[in-house]
């Protein structure tokens, strides 16, 4: 395998967490995610022909082959796909070599596969000179994952992988993808960000995201909107006769989460942590029973945090398992993990994992072509 010890560029990119704006990307609302420390890492070699070899540091023995003449948007397969869907988009024409390594927790909603989207792409748009910038990027490997891989997801993950900034949370528009950094600093108030990985299943294939998405737009056709940012919530409330009950619980979160979102970057200037809190907590709330993507073991996780003192706590990413988050003071962080861990146990959930990261920075070339 010493093919594989030599690559031409290598590309880093890492996950992220939301502090606050969920499934409203594309509702061409407001964000405000955060890089964490967690990376996903792609070494990349040139070929002379046309064939693609891919290969994880976490399976060495597992080469996955094909051809840039194979690649259609829809095919079948695994966690390549997501490699493949990039090489695509880019519309690359020679063969490679692509080994992935990281340690983005998979499964967690803390977007691994934007990471090794982002990850890929970085390192293709410095292999061969195609100029792109990190906007054109992000729309580029959102294509992948819609077209190729099939998955309806919005333009956050993949923008503040490779947009972020270290020190600061990202404000985003997912409607003309500008952003704002926004300072982020737990730790000089005695506070920090607990991670908690539910290890309950996350996956967004199976259609659950799609309906929600599918509601969205379909609410919008019916008030004759582009996208729910454009209607206010006197102006939705108004027209609840005009959608279905599960349309109007869609938009109604939808709506809601925007202004939320806003609230908490000015509440983050003013460093009013309490009040940042109560936003989190509010944007669960309305996940669990308006857009309902949570699970008994995200709202366990986000439960016991409250009841044992965080500042706030909500369920991150797509849904239907994952990741929770929880604003906590330093102090309080190992009786907090205690006791989410003894009530996963009482209700036989699966131990669950954490994990902390400061903001951090996003997508980078580790190594680059010599030319």
Known sequence: ????????????????????????????????????????????????????????????????????SELAPGSQGGWERYVLGVIWALEIRDGLEIEIDGDVPLGAGLSSSAALECAVAVGLNEMFSLGLNKKELALLTQKAENLYVGVPCGIMD???????????????????LSTTLVPFDLATSGLELLIIDTQAHHALVDGEYAKRRQACESACSKLHIASLRDIEMSALVASKKLLSDEEFKRAHHAVSEMARTIAAVNVLEQKDFAALGSLITQSHV????????????????????LANGALGARMVGGGFGGS???????????????????????ASFTKPRFFTSLP??????????DR
Not at 4 to 31: K, T
Not at 158 to 176: H, P
Not at 360 to 369: F, H, P, Q, W
Request: hydrophobic content about 45%.
């Open 324 to 346: 929770a988050i929880a604003l906590v003071a330093q102090a309080q962080i190992e009786e907090i993990k205690g006791a989410i861990v003894d009530a996963f146990s009482s």
């Open 360 to 369: 951090s920075e996003g997508a980078k070339v580790i190594k680059r072509l």
């Open 286 to 305: 309305s996940l669990r029973d308006e857009y309902e993507v949570s699970c008994p073991e995200l709202n366990c996780a986000v439960d016991v945090a």
């Open 1 to 68: 395998m010493s093919e594989w010890l030599s690559p031409d560029v290598i590309a880093s990119a890492p996950g992220r967490v939301n502090l606050i704006g969920e499934h409203i990307d594309y509702s061409q609302g407001f964000v405000l995610p955060f890089a964490i420390s967690y990376r996903t890492t792609a070494a990349l070699r040139l070929r002379d022909d046309q064939i693609i070899r891919i290969r994880s540091k976490q399976r060495l023995d597992n080469v996955i082959t094909t051809s840039i």
């Open 158 to 176: 993949q923008s503040v992988s490779l947009m972020a900034e270290a020190g600061s949370a990202l404000m985003l528009d997912c409607r003309d």
